[in-house]
């Protein structure tokens, strides 16, 4: 069998090195557009939070070859002084994305970050109805006003919990071995969990997600 010499590796090097460019630049293409996570994809965010919050759903837009937009609406429940708490909260955040060897990265801008607090219920029971109970000499306006208050609070509280978690807000090597095919984006994330998405075919204007994201950062 005859060897191979530096000259012939270093043209098959190339050649494996153009192949990835061009899968990438398909990639690229293919990708555009809104995803929206399948319910498996949903359980996997689930059992990484140790079911600390429940996924309603978690989508991608990708607007170009280099923007998008990160959307996801969940469910967080706590205890706090013998009381259940839960916030459901719709998140949507703007990125800058790249894919490189079918490898996909992106950093958060954090700073145009926009959170909204959907349903506050303390023990099964809605905080503005609680505060209605409490406040019964006080009129509408005032009691819608003190609500007003604290979802500002509580949303504020959520982004800058956000900020921290995600530190620098970099993201490298988030998804692996990304393909998209009939209609379906499949990625694995970097602990090996796969991850799917299906393409959402009319981009409507009824769901929170393109209400707030419309909003938030422009025509999507």
């Known amino acids: 069998m005859k060897r191979l010499s530096l000259a012939s590796i270093l043209c098959l090097l190339l050649a ?3 192949l990835g460019s061009c899968n990438d630049s398909s990639l690229r293409k293919d990708i555009l557009g809104e995803w929206v996570g399948d319910p498996s994809t949903l359980k996997a965010l689930e059992k990484i939070t140790n079911g600390r919050a429940k996924f309603h ?14 959307n996801l609406e969940y469910t967080m429940t706590s205890e706090k002084d013998g ?9 949507a955040e703007p990125l800058t994305y790249s894919l490189l ?36 000499d006080k009129d509408e306006q005032a009691i819608q006003e003190a609500y007003e208050k604290i979802k500002k609070e509580m949303e504020e ?6 900020r921290e978690s995600f530190g620098a807000s970099a993201f490298e090597d988030l998804g692996n071995d990304i393909k998209v095919k009939d209609g379906v984006l499949s ?19 009824n769901s929170t997600w393109t209400t707030l994201t419309n909003l938030s950062f422009g025509e999507t």
């Open 187 to 205: 990625m694995r994330a970097t602990d090996g969990v796969p991850l799917s998405f299906h393409r959402k075919k009319i981009l409507g204007y």
């Open 83 to 91: 009381m259940v708490i839960d916030l459901r909260l719709a998140f």
């Open 57 to 70: 759903s978690y989508n991608f837009i990708f607007k170009d070859e280099t923007q998008g937009v990160l």
């Open 157 to 162: 509280s959520v982004k800058e919990g956000m």
């Open 16 to 18: 494996l090195v153009g």
């Open 101 to 136: 060897g079918g490898r996909l990265s992106f950093t958060l801008d954090q700073a145009a970050a926009r959170v909204e607090l959907l349903e506050y219920l303390i023990n099964g029971k809605a905080c503005l109805d609680l505060l209605r109970e409490e406040a019964k």
